[in-house]
């Protein structure tokens, strides 16, 4: 007979398992599928940049997005986030990111970027 502590313990240890086979999903999406070259050090540099993009895409949709976005699959986040339409504007020593007004993530862009525009800097 089990036990409630057995019982949860293999509940916390699946759940575990489940959130590491999302990421290796999610790695899927960003680059992982598909080494470009036939030599080992350019796949290993290219495995290095996934690995990076995972780790901001993770890091994004925990400190910046909110809702449905901050649970979003990569290739979602591609459609909303990175296809962005806009345009970098520069006057004096600001630089601003202009939007284009009827994109239908706009708002949600934006809220990104006030958010990682209001998280204190660690020095």
């Given amino acids: ?4 502590a057995d019982l949860s313990y293999l ?10 086979e999302d990421r290796i999903r999610n790695a899927k999406q960003t680059g992982l599928m598909n080494f470009p070259c036939h030599d080992f050090e350019n796949n290993a540099a290219w495995l290095g940049v996934v690995l990076m993009a995972c780790d901001l895409l ?7 997005l909110e809702g449905e976005l901050a649970k979003a699959e990569p290739k979602r986040l591609r459609y909303c ?4 339409a806009g345009r970098i504007a520069s006057t004096g020593r600001r630089s601003y990111l202009r939007l284009q007004a009827n ?11 006030a958010r990682l525009h209001a998280l204190p800097l660690r020095t």
């Fill in 81 to 84: 986030l990175l296809h962005a």
């Fill in 103 to 113: 994109w239908p993530w706009s708002a949600e862009l934006m809220g990104a970027f």
């Fill in 58 to 64: 993770a890091w994004t949709q925990q400190l910046c």
């Fill in 11 to 20: 509940e916390a240890r699946h759940r575990g398992h489940a959130r590491v």
């Fill in 1 to 4: 007979d089990s036990t409630d």
